[in-house]
């Protein structure tokens, strides 16, 4: 089973940017990296992920404000936000599965392992 760790959830005004870091127990190359979000009351949902191969994605509601990306000489991903607004806040979980993840991955269904997650909150 594959290991992974979020970190850097802080407190944060709105406009405001925060780096988010997964570090994984495996090789970061060999997996697909996904970063998620969950506010009290919603389903979870899925922002950014990147693929095995590298290719990265988006939903809508963060393109142009979120950037993921990966070491994967040092099994980290990143999730950098920027112009953070209020409805950004949520609980940020990272996610992982082998292999190239494509159109499902949005999907929670489809990744394998899960961090415990680590807190964003934007103030207005």
């Known amino acids: 089973q594959v290991q992974v760790v979020e970190s850097g959830g802080a407190l944060v005004q709105a406009g405001g940017s925060l780096r988010l870091s997964c570090t994984a127990s495996?090789?970061?190359?060999?997996?697909?990296l996904g970063w998620f979000r969950q506010a009290l009351g919603m389903e979870r949902e899925g922002v950014a992920a990147?693929?095995?191969?590298?290719?990265?994605m988006y939903a809508d509601s963060v393109k142009g404000r979120l950037t993921i990306s990966k070491d994967s000489t040092k099994s980290i991903s990143y999730l950098q936000m920027t112009s953070l607004k209020p409805e950004d806040s949520a609980m940020y979980y990272c996610a992982a599965v082998r292999g190239s993840i494509g159109w499902s991955w949005k999907y929670p269904t489809s990744w394998n392992d899960w961090g415990q997650g680590t807190q964003v909150t934007v103030s207005s």
């Open positions: 495996y090789y970061a190359y060999s997996y697909s």
């Open positions: 990147i693929a095995g191969d590298g290719e990265t």
